[in-house]
């Protein structure tokens, strides 16, 4: 079966979402209970890890079991339903970005401040 599967494509899926759940390999690993060499392992399309090993990495990525072989077969990920608010966070985040769009345009006060704000709100006062 392992034969038969893009690891590849899997590779590059497992670490875009990775990504966007903002995990390092590290934490990933963390989650799932497995080292991080496996993880590293499957993002090069290295190895392809067994199933209890798949089903773990499925979970921590917060994907339905058989996911990882759905997408080296061509297919999406199942993924986890949207749970409950989902469309009242989309709402939010299209106003924070109609936000973001006039900010980015700002010619300065208005964009430090938020800018200022942002950082206090995230314990990051020297920014990113």
Do not use: C, H
């Not at 399309?45 to 209890?52: I, K």
């Not at 409950?84 to 709402?91: I, T």
């Amino acid at each position: 079966m392992a034969g038969e599967l893009d690891r590849e494509r899997i590779a590059k899926y497992v670490a875009a979402r990775r990504g966007s759940l903002g995990l390092t390999q590290e934490r990933l690993a963390e989650r799932a209970g497995v080292t991080v060499k496996t993880i590293y392992n499957l993002e090069s399309g290295e190895r392809w890890p067994q199933a209890r090993t798949r089903s773990a990495i499925e979970d921590a990525l917060q994907w339905r079991p058989g996911d990882l072989a759905r997408i080296g077969e061509g297919r999406e990920p199942l993924g986890v339903p949207s749970p409950a608010g989902a469309d009242e966070a989309l709402r939010e985040l299209a106003e924070l970005n109609a936000y973001f769009a006039d900010l980015r345009a700002d010619p300065g006060d208005r964009r430090r401040m938020a800018l200022a704000f942002l950082r206090a709100l995230y314990g990051e006062p020297d920014g990113r």
